[in-house]
């Protein structure tokens, strides 16, 4: 695993990972109708990408496998 500064490209990823863990850890404390109020999937990359650089944020980033073809 590789920590590393946050990059604009990891933007999209990050509100995905986001989405998903509310809507998949969080499922069994909260109603359907909070988790979709907290995470919609519908997300200003714009806002979150703009935030993320104005803050000291990272990532971490497992073993990525490239396919040839």
């Known amino acids: 695993m590789k920590i590393r500064k ?3 490209s990891d933007c999209k990823s990050l509100a995905d990972l986001f989405y998903h863990t509310v809507h998949t850890v969080n499922a069994k404390d909260y109603t359907k109708e909070q988790l979709q109020v907290w995470a919609t999937g519908e997300v200003d990359l714009e806002n ?4 993320l ?3 000291f944020s990272v990532v971490a980033v497992e073993k990525v496998e490239v ?3």
Do not use: I, K
């Not at 979150?48 to 935030?51: E, G, I, L, N």
């Open 6 to 8: 946050y990059q604009s």
């Open 48 to 51: 979150w990408d703009q935030s």
């Open 53 to 55: 650089q104005e803050h």
């Open 67 to 69: 396919l040839e073809r």
